[in-house]
């Protein structure tokens, strides 16, 4: 008999920023859309790229590298915007997410997934759900909402 293995595996887009493999749960994954320049807002964050029209909604679109202090992403024909609708306390945040390239839906199976590392340093890793081992590394699964401070999704909410 074969057992239905859903609860023990979760389906996450994969995306780079550099050398950098990150993952996303694929249910706050609305589309994802060629990179296109953003209308600028002023006096935003410097890693808010600006408004994009997705589908007659203005959405607020973050420059992820610049979020987790790397450098400005610089597009190129791979570059994507991943459109997320994230839960927040008491909302649904729908942002996009500048990325270096969209690679694939994969499924990870929950024992693959690892805590965060802790590396005993005043560095931001609570916005890290989990890392997954790999032959080539290792893809870091973003707790977006973690990532998100308060401060950040009321200067996003508003920017919309």
């Excluded at 589309?31 to 994009?52: C, H, M, T, V």
């Amino acid at each position: 008999m074969i057992m239905a293995t859903t609860s023990l595996e979760a389906q996450f887009v994969t995306f780079s920023l550099g050398e950098e493999i990150f993952a996303v749960p694929v249910e706050v994954v609305r589309e994802i859309l060629d990179y296109a320049e953003a209308f600028k807002i002023p006096n935003g964050p410097d890693y808010l790229l600006g408004l994009r029209d997705v589908r007659g909604q203005g959405v607020p679109t973050i420059d992820l590298r610049l979020k987790l202090g790397m450098t400005k992403t610089v597009p190129t024909p791979h570059t994507r915007v991943l459109v997320l609708d994230v839960p927040m306390e008491s909302r649904l945040l729908t942002l996009g997410l500048v990325a270096d390239r969209v690679f694939e839906v994969t499924p990870f199976r929950r024992e693959q997934i690892e805590a965060a590392p802790d590396i005993g340093v005043r560095w931001r890793s609570d916005y890290i759900a989990g890392v997954v081992r790999r032959e080539n590394g290792f893809v870091v699964i973003i707790d977006l909402a973690r990532l998100l401070s308060r401060e950040d999704a009321s200067v996003l909410q508003s920017a919309a």
